[in-house]
């Protein structure tokens, strides 16, 4: 058990979780930016760095013939600005990172080693240091990246260094190691206080802990907010926009019964005579009609606030106002009617600049109740419009031809879309009391007029 548990530690907080590649890119991405402004980061440390010192004044120590802190300053100012520069032109590796976090922590803990010899006093001097407290800026910086691996190793590295400092403190003298267990007398000399080291090592590591683990929880947000937002863009690929975002950001898991009821607004959509001209094409060139023809009326339905429900066939069954309520639903539907036609107009002359055959399309419209909701079985779910309206569009689409037109509506619909503020209604002509396959009772309708 044990083992799995140190398995999991390591996959989790060390190497990092594998995930999928669009979710790591996305991530990367992030990354990557993250990187650049940690670069600005050190870059404004070393600044500080350098202005501190070369401001501090320094004692004429005759015994100090070579000061590396002006050379250590402008070796890790170089690596910087290289590590910078690189930041934007490329991804950093993982070993050129740790190699930074060797790099922050070296520089600090060399410049704080240097105090001794700069201000001529024993080891245990530069123990008393407050730019030990640098330390928590390096290790924070790493959280910029949401990758615990890397606090974990600014954290290790750094208790590490001052560990090591500490040590040659007690052993840079054997016969006067300077330790004392007296804390006035630690405060007020330079003995060395072990038990105050400690905690000062404690605190690095304990900071480096909470820190990482805080970080490893945000980043699971992180994974868990780009999974759905990767999610939501996959939908949008089979679903209209509106539907997608409802599916995504629906409060309760989305299962049968789950409906709404509301007036909207139905459009159904065809290619007219597409069968006898589907016998004369081959599968591929069946394929790239319907392509093409989608490609022109799609985009025209959702300029105009409608959603495509499905596709059938070379058939088109659109709504507007059904995902979302909108109160002008009907005019948004008749626009798109007269857009839907000037676009296939535009596109039938290219394709007999290319010595292809018109395309003929027929818009049926009208205006009703349905029920917008959750269908099929526990396997497959699917949203779309039921109801009378939807049935009535269905059938008014059959009778486009009858009526020598390309588009039919029924008079409902007109009479709503006027009231929202259409002003199209030159374009439509009255046809009462008309047989309708399918509808009991004859219907007043409007044809488009050309």
Request: glycine share 6%; charged share 20%.
């Amino acid at each position: 058990m044990s083992k799995g548990i140190i398995q999991r530690f390591i996959s989790r907080y060390i190497t990092g979780e594998k995930l999928p590649e669009r979710i790591s890119e996305t991530i990367r991405c992030e990354q990557s930016q993250s990187e650049r402004l940690i670069g600005w980061i050190q870059l404004a440390v070393v600044m500080v760095f350098a202005i501190l010192y070369f401001l501090a004044p320094r004692p004429n120590n005759p015994d100090l013939e070579f000061s590396p802190v002006p050379w250590v300053l402008a070796s890790y100012l170089s690596f910087t600005l290289i590590r910078l520069y690189l930041s934007y032109k490329t991804d950093l590796p993982g070993w050129f990172i740790i190699l930074s976090v060797v790099a922050d922590i070296a520089l600090l803990m060399g410049t704080i080693w240097f105090f001794h010899l700069q201000y001529m006093q024993p080891p245990s001097f530069y123990l008393k240091s407050p730019t030990l407290l640098y330390v928590f800026i390096f290790i924070a910086l790493r959280t910029l990246r949401f990758e615990a691996r890397y606090i974990f190793l600014s954290g290790i590295f750094a208790a590490a260094g001052w560990m090591i400092l500490v040590i040659y403190v007690v052993t840079a003298d054997p016969s006067d190691p300077m330790i004392t267990r007296d804390y006035v007398e630690y405060i007020t000399s330079n003995s060395v206080l072990l038990g105050a080291e400690f905690d000062k090592i404690i605190s690095i590591l304990l900071v480096t802990l909470i820190l990482g683990f805080s970080v490893s929880r945000a980043r699971a947000l992180l994974v868990s907010s780009v999974r759905e937002t990767q999610a939501a863009k996959s939908l949008s690929k089979f679903f209209s926009g509106p539907v997608a975002e409802k599916i995504a950001k629906s409060d309760q898991e989305i299962g049968l019964g789950h409906g709404i009821a509301r007036d909207c607004t139905i459009m159904f959509l065809d290619i007219r005579g597409f069968t006898p001209l589907a016998a004369s094409l081959t599968p591929s060139e069946q394929i790239t009609l319907l392509t093409d023809y989608q490609a022109q009326v799609v985009p025209v339905i959702h300029d105009c606030n409608g959603i495509v429900d499905k596709y059938l066939g070379d058939g088109i069954l659109a709504s507007f106002g059904a995902v979302k309520e909108n109160s002008s639903c009907a005019a948004d539907a008749l626009r798109a009617v007269e857009h839907l036609f000037e676009r296939v107009d535009s596109w039938n002359q290219q394709r007999q600049d290319q010595g292809l055959s018109p395309i003929e399309i027929n818009a049926a419209v009208t205006y009703g109740s349905i029920v917008f909701g959750v269908i099929g079985d526990d396997n497959h779910l699917e949203y779309t419009v039921l109801g009378d309206a939807v049935n009535q569009a269905a059938k008014l689409e059959k009778h486009v031809k009858s009526e020598e037109s390309r588009a039919v509506i029924s008079e409902v619909c007109l009479k709503i879309a006027l009231k929202n503020g259409y002003k199209g209604s030159d374009r439509w002509i009255a046809r009462e009391k008309r047989a309708v396959s399918g509808v009991e009772t004859p219907m007043n309708l409007y044809i488009y007029r050309d």
